[in-house]
Structures are given as structure tokens and as C-alpha cells.
């Protein structure tokens, strides 16, 4: 034998190998066969062809030759080496050698070899034929969890299951079906749960547990067949009842785990047997059967309306799963529960109901979830977005913004969980529509612009501003941006430091991202997407349609309106304004029909010049780059020039753009801007002035050309301030006042010819007042007329070269012949009497916030329009009524002689009633972006009334009933006013609250009636100097003092103060814009009369070692004297201060300085406030545990205070009563712990005597007490003598009293800890060697001031108590204790 090669062996050692084998003549083990070359060489044919001997099936039909075929060009490979390719042979025919076609392969078919292939007989079913296999057959055995699997794959594994579930012939049980026409399911009845097993009822095909997959071997299937073959045979044999008993006993033995396991095993194998002996019964409708509920399964839905057929393309494997949708959709299901449901939307926005039953051909069925139901979700609109179909992506869009209008109306308010635009936003709405606006597809972006115009715009906020623009300071909005922005992050920043608050706070904070802007603020975040370049790009490059057009303008308007930097981007944005005015406010354009237009550009749109209106209103430096930079004056003189009827566009687009120019141009004059214009358009504006009466005369009133009316009339009105304004000062901390000293170019000539213009147009309206219908079209013109009267006598009465017999000649004439008739009853009647119903102040239901309101994205809430009886609604009186009080005033201040006259307009009784109902304690409205805008007009209606009060109570005298009440009014609307009324606010303070005409208790008896109603509540008479009485009077000489101190302490931010100032003066010059401050809270506190307390207590809090102020003790007693005033006359002017919060402030007082409080004045104001406090109708709302505005806790207060009584008080009596008073028993335990626990040593300082208390001693003893470490603490104090009558009667009358009700008290309920407690106490009580203090522990009675002690003791202890005492001490004698 010949050995084999090994491992180090030479090629010399394997050639010698190799001759070895060759000698022997061996046959080799491995025989090699070398084929032909894949290039076209010959084939090994020393070898013939193996015959095989199986059947050829031959076809004669198929062509002799293959046909011909082109040949491809030859390809350029290496040729193996030793065999070159050959150089003469024909490629074509190399090709077609290899290329056998099909006539080589279907000639020869061969059949396959099924000789070693097993058969299996058909297994009897007992149906007629056998079941033919379908791959719509649902797979069985397949687990949850496992993967997607081809088709084919599901076809073997369901046929290897269905194979290993058939039983042996002798085991199958036939199933023969019921007789036609019978029930295919029914319920179970109870004798059907029944869980007794009947003998038979089950078919057993096969072994479910036993297997036999772990035995190892060819027969492991037929010994898991012979074992289930024994178990039923053993089963067979016996009762049921011996099968339940051992069942029962296997159960018991058995893992419950096991159990379950195995349950959920034989379960599942009995389920599937029943659905394939089911599925073999042809004919049949398969239904499940569970509890009492029928459920057709999936397979019965499978087979689709369409018989699918092979010649069909992709028809030839038919999967049926993929071919569900085209079924029919399932019956709708009625939601029988509360539970909640997805909603769903129709392409109109409408919310669907859930049952609702639509057509198909409507368009909202799909293939998502819940197909059966109509409308589309949120979800799914937002996975449509994002779909490759432009057409679905735009149809997503447009869907949304209807969804988004509909919300914002109010439509969802009652029918949907939650808040729409709330999910949106969280969604990421706001980047989905920024990404839809970068789409490259037109539609796609219209309805981006379209839904986030829906989004940002509220029509209703929109026409509710430019009709109230014509109002008494109508142009003056406020800013609709949050007022409390960053709050997420000023809270956080509460633990930073200083210097990462600074940081955060830069103006480098533009670093952040969009997403974080937006969740505190829409707009900014909105900005800081580029978005304003995309808009430009839009309307500069791709000329959208009109609505687009519309809907980019509205866009940028809504972001001109969130802030001064908002409108500063806007307008600094590259060419956005250059396109804006150059495309849609042209000099020239083509002439237009009506109907629809084509395109926007190149044509006049009133919503541009609508946005530059706005941009103006922000701004005195926007307004003038505006008329600068964009050639506005031009445009201006093109648009006002010609009458809108001329313009040659359709009509009402002419009217609102020649509305819109008015407009510009009063923002632009409100400045002191565009005066230059006047000159040149004063033929046109008195040609417009002149047709006022005709276009008034028209009927019925058009909307538009009321409200064209009133903007020519209001641009008048700002022509004629500015013929009065005088150019500012310039000063030294104010670099802008002289660039802004320029003098108005127009003179009181030019403006001196309009009243006779103006005035019969406001006689023509009033003839109308009686005439509810046409007054309220027509109100806005005389309103606009009385405010243009206003500022013409206002700016003629400031004309130093005229004769001032002149004006107060033409103001006589105008009063007689005009204002006076108004003031008979008949005439404003009915306006005075509807001021209550349509005030936002009086029906607190204006103020809620709109339905979809977000903190982020501020909206006025007015998309649903507003109701006719409310302060913005056709009918609402207040604008009239303001501008006719406007004018009276203006007419009373510069003619004394009018005022009495003029005056007799307050008499009216609907105003009265309108006082009365402001005046009445009510909660503080609430702040919402539309209150805030009504509050503001609704406050001007009151300070002009207010004023001309004023103005006449200096004149003659007035009832002491419409006095009191007028300075009520004054008081509430002083802790009212908004930010912008900053005017209002110091003018209120400088000449209404402080006036002595609205004190008439000074002269009727007043100080009199303080001092007899304190001796019948006191019971005492105290010294004449310190009575209340006596404090009044002298604070009513000492008001200028107080007004002036009031003043200084209540001074607004000085900036804020002239801006308002200007805006109510008319001093145009010095206005820096017409966007007024973010109203984030009034401009005073409700307690507003403690303020200068509160500065005293800060700055003592802050410099501690630093003097006091020179004038504490002045500041301290005007203070106190204003407040006893209040507390005395005006009580409810101080309801929005809770008594606690007074009591607190009178706190402040004692904690100043050490000596403040010695003073005799202090002493006296703040014993006689004291007693108000502590009045049994003011007491029981003394409440120390609720929250106090300014206050963050009280009883740290209460423990700075009691440290400053032990370090300063010295036995100060009153302040040793604001000690006592929050130590009663009702209060926090909190408080008398503090001084019993910390503060032991001030008990020797409080020696205020008990007929000096300010409350009834039973405020401090009832109920018993019932802390035991304060019980304890009461008990030390009086036995370590730390507490004891001659130093502090009042506690020791109240320790006593509490520790002889807890020695005494026999509770079953008490616990251990507190029985061992009290009976410790009781032996230590009794063991005591200070007889006094044993006597008065044992024997105290009642509390009672007029005695000495403080309170009554019994002369000998009552039985029950007496018998206790005994019980104790005979048990301390067994016990050895010795009694002395």
C-alpha cells in the first residue's frame, strides 16, 4: 500500500511518489474529467452520452431551427492559457451552438423520479370531496411574534401543521353538519357552560401534550400514538364523575403555573382543530361563538367583489390580503360606551359623529384605521402632509386650516376633549407648515400659507380694530404678543446666578432655537425660521394667486401687530416692503372689472396699504422711514386725489382703499408727519368734506363708506392737533427731542375753515339718535365728528395771537344750539341706560378667554364677531358717550362758565346705575387680550366723567350721595387702570382722590359720628386728642400733604408717563409710537394706599444699619392717615384688601426703625386702625393661613416681628396687642409655638392689661387646645415662672386656662402618649409648692377680664373632678410618693 505525502516532505520526496504509483498500475481514487471550454472549444467526446432510459416527451409543433439571433459583439478576454480561441470560426455560429433556445429544452422533458417518494392515502373527511388547498387559507400554528413570511413559506408551514393535526383513520370522529335551514349559531345556554365533561363530547385527534419529540428513534411518533391510545381507552372506562374527582386531585398536586400552561397548550390545538373542521365543510358560514356575542371572522371578509383571473396582470398568485380594500366596508359600529373616540374631520372641517352613516362618494372613507368610519384625523391629515403626492399633501393642508378656523370660532367647545390648536402646536405644526412653505409644488404652497393664515389671523380681531380706529384714542392698540413670556424660564433661572441670568437675558438670546422660542412665544419662533424672506421670494418671484396674495398681506400684518421688533423685521426685511409697494400699490395700473381678478400684481390692494398702516402704528421712526424710503407721499396723493368711484377698480375695493389711505395718513399725521401734504390735498379733502351729507344721506348706510367717513373725519382731527402742537423742549437726558423739534408745517388758518364742515354733519347724524336701526350704522360718524370738535376748540384755545372772547363766543353758541338739547332725558336715555349691559366690567362673562386661546399665540378672541349689547357690538353706547364726555370736558376746562351747565349730563340716572354696579365688590376681571382692549375704552368713559365731576365740584356744590359715589368710582378705577393710562392714573391722583368736595363727611358730621360709634363699640371714651374723630378731621386738613406724599410714592416709570401724556394731550410731537405697553397687570396694586408703608419697611429691610429717611415719620403718618380715611368712610374701597393683608402692613410700621413706632402721631393712627381691625363684623375675615398678596409667608413676618418686639418694645402696650392679636386659638399653631418655643424672653415685655386687649379673651382660651408640645411649653412657662400675671396677664389667664382643661379632660379617643402627658401634668399640678399657681391650675372656672387674675376659680372643685384628684393621689400614696 502506498503511503500517502506528509507533512516536511521535498518535491523530490513526491516525485518519487508519483513514479511508485505509476510502476504499481494502481487505479486512481479520484478519476478527473475535463469539460469543454466555455469559449467555444470542443467537448470531451471520448466519452459517449449516458442513454437514459425514463420517457421523452417529443413535441412536433415547436420549430426544427432555433431562430435566427443577432450576435453580440465579441467580448475581449484573455484566452486560457495553452488553448487560444479559435481564429477562422464564425462567432454567429459559436453563438448559436451554445445559445439552444427553446426547442432544445421543451423536447426534452423529462419526468421526475417519484419512485423513492412515499404515498399517502386521501384521509377520510366525511364530506364528498376531499378540501382543496388555498393559499387564502389563514396560517395555522403561526406565532404572534413572528416575522413577515413569503407566500410560499406560508404554504409549507401551514401544510405542515394541517398534516400533523390529521388523526389516524380508526380515531376520526365524523361531523356530519345540521340540517339545512337550522341556526349556524346560537348562544349558550347554562346547561352548555355546564363544566361536567360528557362522555364523547370531545374528538380527540392526536396527542396535544405527549409528542414524543425528546425520544430518540424511527417509532418516538408511534409510542406518543400508543400512550394517547392508553389514555383514552383509560379515560373511556371511566364515569364522569371519577374523571372530574381526579382532575380535581391533579389540580391540587400540580404548579398553578403549570397548570395554565398547559390549559393555554391544549386550547390553542382544540381551537385550531375546530376552525379546520370547520373550513371543510363547504357552504357554511363561519361564525365564532364567545359568551353572548356574535363576531364574523376575518376569512368570511376575504374574498374580494372581483374575481381576480390569471390573465390579469400580477393576477396569476392572488393575495387575497392585499386585495382587502377593495372589499366592501364593514358595518358601521355603534358606540354603545362613554368612552372617548378619535375625531374625525371632514374635507370641510366639520367635525363628524362618531355613528355617522356618509356615502363613499363623498370622499372620506379610507384604508386606515377604523375604515368604516368617515372623516380623517389629526394623525392621519398630518401623515398626508408628508406624503409624495403633492395633491394629498396640498388636500392635508387645506383640511387643517379649515380644522384650524373652526376651532378658533368656537365650534369645538362642547364636543372635543381638549383643545385642537393646543395638539397641533405640540405636534410640531408650526415647522410643518414652514417645511410645506420650502415645497417646489404651488398648491402645496397656497395651503401652507392658507392654514398658517388661519392659524395667526382671526378675522373678527381684525375688523373689530379697524372699526374702533375712529374711537377716542382709537388708534392706540396694545401689543399682541404673551405677557408672560419665558416663565418656564424665569423660574429656572430663580437658581441660577446673577451672572447666567445676565447672560440669558442678553440680546444674544436670538442664539436660541426656534422650537424653544415658540413654546413660549408663536411669533418669535415663527421669525426666526426665515420666514419673512420665504414670503418675499413668494410674492417677488412666484406671483401667486390673489388669495395667496391676501393671504401672505394678513400674514404680515398679524406679525406687525406682535411687537415694535416684530415690525422692525418686517420692515428691514431685504425688498419685502420694496415688493409690496411697488406690486400691489402701483401709481398706474390697467383698468378692473368686477368679479374675480386673474392676478394681484400690478394692481392697487387695500391690504397692502393696510400693512403699511400698521407698520406705521408701531412706531414714530418706522412711520417716518415708511414716508422716506418708500415714496408713501406719492402714493398717498395718488390713492386720496381721486374719489373712489374713479379709480377703476371694483367698487368695494376702491372704498377700502381709499379708507385705508385716510387711515395711513392720520398714523403718519399723529407723529407730526405728512403735514406737507395737507397744502396740496386740501382741495380734495374739502371736496370730500362737502359730499359727507349726501353719502350720508344714502339708505341704507353702507358699512364701508361709514367707515371712510369717519377715517377722513379722524385724519381732520389729527391735521387739526397738529396745527396746535408745539415742538418739544429739547433737555439734556433726551437726544432724541431734538431731532424731533421740528415745527409743524400746518397753521391754524388752514384747519379754521373745517368746523363749519364738520358741524352740520353731526347735526345730520343726531337727527338719527332716536332711530335705533339707523344710529347704530351711522354712530361711528358722530363720534368721529364730536372728537374732531374736541381737539378744533382745543387747538383754537391755543392760539395766542387770537381773541379768546372768540372761542368761548362759539362755544356758547355750539352748547346752546347743540350739546344742551342732548342732555334732556328722552334724548341719551337709552344710551345711559344701556352702559351696564354692554360693560365688560359688569358682566365678567366679555372677559373669558376664547375657546382655542393659547398662551403662546395671542388672539383677541373675536372671530365669532361680537354680540350687538357689548362694548365692541353695533349697539354699544360707549363710543359715543366717550367722545361727547371728551368734548365736555375740553369745553368745561377752557370755559369755567359751561361747566355747571354741562355738568347736568352726569345726573343722568343710567349713569348713576352704572356707578353703582362698578363700585360694587366684585373679583378683579380677568386679563385676556380682548378684556384688556375693552377695559381700556371702557376706563376712558369713566375718567372723562370723572374729570368733568371734578371739574364741577370746584364750580358749585354737589349732593353728598353723587359726591361719595363719584369718589368711590374714582378709587376703584385708580386700581384699575392699565398700562398706557399712565396720564389717567397721575391725573386721577393729582385732582380727583384727594379732593375735599369728594369727602362730604368733612362738613356734615363726619369726625362726630367716628367718635360716637367707637364709644358705643368700645364701651370707653378715649383721650379727645387720639380719637378718631379728631384723627379725621386733622387728615382732612392735611390732604395736600397726603396727596403729595402719595405722589412720591406711587410715581409711574417717567418714560411710560410723558409717552402717555403726549398721546392724551395731543402733543404729536412728542408721541414715540402708538403701540402701548404689554398689559401684564394694572398699573397699581389693589392695596395701593399701603404703598408708602411698604417702601419705609424695603428700604429699612434693605440697608439695616443705614439712617432712616428724613421724613419717616411724615411719610408713615400721611400714610396711616389716607388709610384710617379709607377704613373709616370709603370701607369699600379697601374690599380687594383682606383684613390680614391690613394687618400685615400695620406690622411694617413697628418694624421701620426703633423709634417710629414711639411717635405719638403713629401711636394714635395705629391704635384707631387696630380697632377697626378688630371689629366683630371685620374679625372673623381675619385669616393668617390663606395666601396674601405682597406677602409670602406670614409667619415668618410674625417671627421677624416677635425678635424686633423682645429687641425694641420696652412694654409698648400697642405694640404688645399686634403680638397678642395673631395668637388666637383659631389661628396656626405655627404662630404661638414661635413665641412659647423661641421667643420665651418677650413674655416679660408683654404687659398689655387685659381691659386693653382689643378682643374678647375668649378668642384665646375656646376651644381647648389640643397641641402637646405647646401644652407643654405652657405648662413649663408657668411653672418655671417664666409666665406670670404681673408681667404677662393675658397669656397667663390663656396658659391657665388651656392646662387646667387638659389635666381635667377624660377623652376615651386620646392617645397613650397624651394620657401618660396629661396625667404626669396632673401629678406635677399637684405637687407643685407655688400655692397660687396650684390653686389656679385646679381650680380655675371661667376667663374673666374684669378681674384681676383674668378669669373666675371655682371654691371647691366640682365631684367629678374632685373624685379624678382623689383617684390620682391615692394611687401616687401606694405608690410611696410623698404628698406635701
Known amino acids: 500500500m502506498l503511503s500517502r505525502p506528509k507533512p516536511g516532505e521535498s518535491e523530490v520526496d513526491l516525485l518519487r511518489f508519483q513514479s511508485q504509483f505509476l510502476a504499481a498500475g494502481a487505479a486512481p481514487a479520484v478519476q478527473l474529467v475535463k469539460k469543454g471550454s466555455r469559449r467555444g472549444g470542443d467537448t470531451n467526446l471520448d466519452h459517449p452520452l449516458l442513454q437514459d432510459h425514463r420517457d421523452v416527451v417529443t413535441l412536433d409543433n415547436l420549430p426544427d431551427l432555433p431562430p435566427a439571433l443577432v450576435p453580440a459583439p465579441p467580448k475581449r478576454a484573455r484566452p486560457s492559457p495553452g488553448r487560444p480561441p479559435p481564429e477562422h470560426e464564425d462567432p454567429e455560429e459559436r453563438l448559436n451552438r451554445h445559445d439552444q433556445h427553446i426547442t432544445a429544452v421543451l423536447t426534452k422533458i423529462i419526468e421526475r423520479d417519484t419512485s423513492s417518494v412515499a404515498v399517502n392515502l386521501p384521509v377520510p373527511s366525511g364530506v364528498a370531496f376531499p378540501p382543496v388547498f388555498h393559499r387564502s387559507q389563514e396560517r395555522q400554528g403561526k406565532s404572534a411574534t413572528s416575522g413577515k413570511r413569503s407566500i410560499f413559506a406560508q404554504e409549507i408551514a401551514a401544510k405542515r401543521v394541517s398534516e400533523a393535526r390529521v388523526p389516524p383513520v380508526r380515531e376520526t370522529v365524523s361531523t356530519l353538519d345540521p340540517p339545512e335551514g337550522a341556526a349556524s349559531c346560537q348562544a349558550l345556554t347554562p346547561q352548555e357552560q355546564d363544566p361536567q365533561p360528557p362522555r364523547g363530547s370531545h374528538t380527540f385527534q392526536g396527542p396535544h401534550l405527549v409528542t ?111 386585495l382587502q380594500w377593495t372589499q366592501d366596508l364593514p358595518p358601521l359600529r355603534r358606540q354603545q360606551t362613554q368612552e372617548r373616540m378619535q375625531a374625525r374631520f371632514s374635507l370641510q372641517g366639520e367635525l363628524l359623529a ?169 411669533i418669535k419662533g415663527l421669525l426666526a425660521t426665515n420666514l419673512l424672506r420665504r414670503l418675499r421670494y413668494v410674492l417677488e418671484v412666484t406671483c401667486p394667486p390673489p388669495s395667496v396674495v391676501l393671504d401672505i398681506l394678513a400674514v404680515l400684518i398679524r406679525l406687525a401687530r406682535h411687537s415694535l421688533e416684530s415690525a422692525t423685521r418686517v420692515l428691514e426685511c431685504p425688498r419685502l416692503i420694496e415688493t409690496v409697494v411697488r406690486e400691489f400699490l402701483p401709481t ?203 381737539a378744533y376748540y382745543q387747538a383754537w384755545s391755543q392760539q395766542p395771537s387770537l381773541c379768546p372772547g372768540d372761542w368761548l363766543q362759539d362755544m356758547e353758541r355750539l352748547s346752546e344750539g347743540l350739546l344742551l338739547p342732548l342732555l334732556h332725558p328722552p334724548t341719551l336715555g337709552s344710551l345711559w341706560d344701556s352702559l351696564g349691559c354692554c360693560s365688560p366690567l359688569c358682566n365678567p362673562q366679555f372677559c373669558v378667554p376664547a375657546p382655542e386661546a393659547l398662551p403662546s399665540l395671542v388672539s383677541m378672541g373675536c372671530t365669532g364677531g361680537c354680540p350687538s349689547l357689548s362694548l365692541a357690538g353695533s349697539a354699544s353706547p360707549f363710543p359715543f358717550l366717550t367722545a361727547l364726555l371728551s368734548l365736555f370736558n375740553t369745553l368745561a376746562r377752557i370755559h369755567k362758565g359751561l361747566c355747571g351747565q354741562l355738568a347736568a349730563i352726569l345726573a343722568a340716572p343710567g349713569l348713576q346705575n352704572y356707578f353703582r354696579q362698578c363700585v360694587a365688590p366684585m373679583a378683579a376681571p380677568q386679563l385676556t387680550p380682548f378684556s384688556v382692549w375693552a377695559l381700556h375704552h371702557e376706563y376712558h368713559l369713566q375718567y372723562l366723567a370723572l374729570t368733568l365731576a371734578q371739574r364741577a365740584a370746584t364750580v358749585q356744590p354737589i349732593l353728598a350721595v353723587n359726591a361719595t359715589l363719584h369718589h368711590y368710582m374714582v378709587l376703584a378705577l385708580l386700581s384699575r387702570l392699565l398700562p398706557g393710562s399712565e396720564h389717567l392714573a397721575h391725573e386721577l391722583l393729582l385732582s380727583c382722590v384727594f379732593r375735599l368736595e369728594f369727602l362730604p363727611e368733612r362738613a356734615s358730621g363726619g369726625p362726630e359720628a367716628a367718635d360716637f360709634s367707637d364709644r358705643l363699640s368700645l364701651g370707653s371714651s378715649r383721650d379727645s386728642g387720639c380719637g378718631r374723630g379728631a384723627l379725621l378731621a386733622q387728615a382732612c386738613q392735611d390732604l395736600p400733604s397726603i396727596r403729595s406724599c402719595y405722589l412720591t410714592h406711587c410715581s409711574l416709570a417717567r418714560a411710560n408717563l410723558l409717552a402717555s401724556q403726549a398721546l392724551y394731550r395731543g402733543e404729536l410731537q412728542r408721541v414715540p409710537a402708538l403701540l402701548l405697553p404689554v398689559p401684564k397687570e394694572p398699573l397699581l396694586p389693589t392695596d395701593w394706599p399701603f404703598l408708602p408703608l411698604i417702601h419705609l419697611y424695603h428700604q429699612a429691610s434693605d440697608m439695616p444699619s443705614a439712617l432712616p429717611p428724613a421724613d419717616t415719620v411724615g411719610t ?32 411694617c410700621v413697628f418694624l421701620v426703625d426703633s423709634e417710629l413706632f414711639r411717635e405719638t402721631p403713629i401711636q394714635c393712627l395705629v391704635a384707631a386702625l387696630l380697632a377697626r381691625l378688630c371689629q366683630p363684623k371685620v374679625l372673623p375675615d381675619l385669616k393668617l393661613d390663606c395666601p396674601l398678596p405682597g406677602l409670602t409667608s406670614f409667619p415668618d413676618l410674625y417671627a421677624n416681628f416677635l425678635e424686633h418686639f423682645e429687641a425694641v418694645s420696652f412694654g409698648d402696650h400697642l405694640f404688645g396687642a399686634l403680638v397678642l392679636l395673631p395668637l388666637q386659638r383659631r389661628f396656626s399653631v405655627t404662630l404661638r409655638l414661635a413665641l412659647f418655643g423661641e421667643h420665651v424672653g418677650a413674655l416679660r415685655a408683654l404687659g398689655l392689661p387685659l381691659t386693653q386687649l382689643p378682643v374678647s379673651l375668649e378668642y384665646y382660651t375656646e376651644p381647648p387646645e389640643d397641641n402637646l408640645a405647646l401644652l407643654q411649653l405652657y405648662f413649663r412657662t408657668l411653672v418655671t415662672g417664666a409666665l406670670c400675671p404681673r408681667w404677662c396677664p393675658v397669656l397667663y389667664a390663656v396658659a391657665v386656662a388651656h392646662v387646667n382643661s387638659f389635666i381635667f379632660s377624660q377623652d376615651p379617643k386620646s392617645s397613650d402618649e397624651v394620657k401618660a402627658a396629661r396625667k404626669s401634668m396632673l401629678q406635677k399640678t399637684w405637687m407643685l409648692t407655688n400655692e397660687g399657681l396650684r390653686q389656679h391650675l385646679l381650680h380655675y372656672k371661667l376667663p374673666n377680664p374684669a378681674l384681676p387674675e383674668g378669669f373666675e376659680l371655682y371654691l371647691q372643685l366640682p365631684p367629678l373632678r374632685q373624685q379624678y384628684l382623689q383617684r390620682l393621689t391615692s394611687g401616687m400614696l401606694q405608690n410611696g410618693v410623698s404628698v406635701t
Not at 376575504?302 to 383571473?309: D, E, G, M, N
Not at 424731533?740 to 347724524?765: D, F, M, Y
Not at 384710617?1124 to 383684613?1139: D, G, K, T
Request: hydrophobic share 40%; charged share 20%.
Open 588 to 790: 398706474s395700473w390697467s383698468p378692473m372689472e368686477v368679479g374675480p381678478v386673474p392676478s394681484l400684481h400690478k394692481v392697487p390692494c387695500a391690504t397692502a396699504m393696510k400693512l403699511l398702516r400698521v407698520l406705521a402704528s408701531a412706531g414714530r421712526n418706522i412711520a417716518a422711514r415708511l414716508l422716506s424710503s418708500f415714496d408713501l407721499r406719492s402714493r398717498l396723493c395718488r390713492f386720496i386725489a381721486e374719489a373712489p368711484q374713479e379709480m377703476a377698480l371694483p367698487p368695494e375695493e376702491a372704498v377700502m382703499l381709499s379708507t385705508e389711505a385716510f387711515r395711513l395718513w392720520a398714523v403718519a399725521a399723529s407723529y407730526g408727519h405728512g403735514s406737507d401734504l395737507y397744502r396740496e390735498l386740501f382741495p380734495v379733502l374739502m371736496r370730500a368734506l362737502q359730499a359727507v351729507p349726501e353719502e350720508l344721506s344714502t339708505q341704507p348706510p353702507q358699512p364701508l363708506s361709514v367707515q371712510r367717513i369717519a377715517s377722513l373725519l379722524t385724519l381732520l382731527t389729527q391735521l387739526t392737533l397738529a396745527a396746535s402742537s408745539t415742538a418739544p423742549e429739547p433737555s439734556s437726558d433726551s437726544a432724541e427731542a431734538s431731532l424731533l423739534a421740528s415745527p409743524s408745517l400746518i397753521t391754524w388758518t388752514q384747519v379754521s375753515g373745517l368746523l363749519p364742515l364738520v358741524e352740520p354733519c353731526l347735526r345730520q347724524t343726531l337727527k338719527l339718535l332716536p332711530r335705533s336701526e339707523n344710529w347704530d350704522a351711522l354712530s361711528l360718524v358722530p363720534t368721529a365728528c364730536l372728537l374732531f370738535l374736541n
Open 212 to 322: 414524543g419529540k425528546g425520544l430518540r428513534g424511527q417509532d418516538a411518533t408511534q409510542e406518543a400514538q400508543t400512550i394517547h391510545e392508553e389514555n383514552m381507552a383509560k379515560l373511556q372506562a371511566m364515569a364522569p364523575e371519577e374523571i372530574l374527582q381526579e382532575q380535581q386531585r391533579l389540580l391540587a398536586q400540580l404548579d398553578p403555573n403549570l397548570v395554565a400552561f398547559l390549559r393555554s397548550h391544549s386550547h390553542a390545538h382544540e381551537q385550531a382543530g375546530e376552525k379546520a373542521t370547520e373550513e371543510q365543510r363547504p357552504g357554511r358560514p363561519s361564525v365564532e361563538v364567545t359568551g353572548e356575542k356574535t363576531i364574523v371572522p376575518t376569512s368570511a371578509s376575504l374574498a374580494p367583489p372581483v374575481t381576480p383571473h390569471k390573465e390579469w396582470l400580477h393576477m396569476d398568485t392572488v393575495e387575497l390580503e392585499k
Open 354 to 522: 362618531p355613528d355617522v352613516d356618509l356615502p363613499t362618494h363623498l370622499g372620506l372613507h379610507h384604508h386606515g384605521e377604523e375604515a368604516e368610519r368617515a372623516g380623517y384625523s389629526l394623525q392621519e391629515l398630518f401623515h398626508l402632509t408628508r406624503s409624495q403626492v403633492s395633491q394629498q399633501r396640498a388636500l392635508a393642508l387645506n383640511v387643517l386650516a379649515q380644522v384650524i378656523g373652526r376651532a378658533q370660532a368656537g365650534e369645538f367647545r362642547d364636543r372635543l376633549v381638549g383643545s385642537v390648536l393646543h395638539l397641533l402646536l405640540d405636534a410640531g405644526f408650526l415647522f410643518l407648515l414652514r417645511f410645506s412653505l420650502d415645497d417646489r409644488v404651488d398648491a402645496v404652497i397656497a395651503a401652507a400659507i392658507r392654514a398658517l393664515r388661519a392659524l395667526l389671523v382671526a378675522p373678527g380681531d381684525e375688523e373689530l380694530l379697524d372699526s374702533s380706529f375712529s374711537w377716542y384714542q382709537g388708534a392706540l392698540v396694545f401689543p399682541l404678543m404673551p405677557s408672560q413670556d419665558n416663565r418656564e424660564d424665569d423660574e429656572d433661572e430663580d437658581e441660577e446666578p446673577p451672572t447666567e441670568k445676565t447672560k440669558r437675558k442678553s440680546p444674544e438670546e436670538g442664539n436660541r432655537p426656534p422650537s424653544d422660542l415658540a413654546r413660549h412665544d408663536f
Open 1116 to 1147: 408713615a403718618m400721611r400714610a396711616l392717615q389716607w388709610v384710617l380715611v379709607l377704613e373709616s368712610w370709603r370701607p369699600q374701597a379697601l374690599w380687594a384688601v383682606p383684613p390680614a393683608a391690613r394687618l400685615a402692613r400695620l406690622m
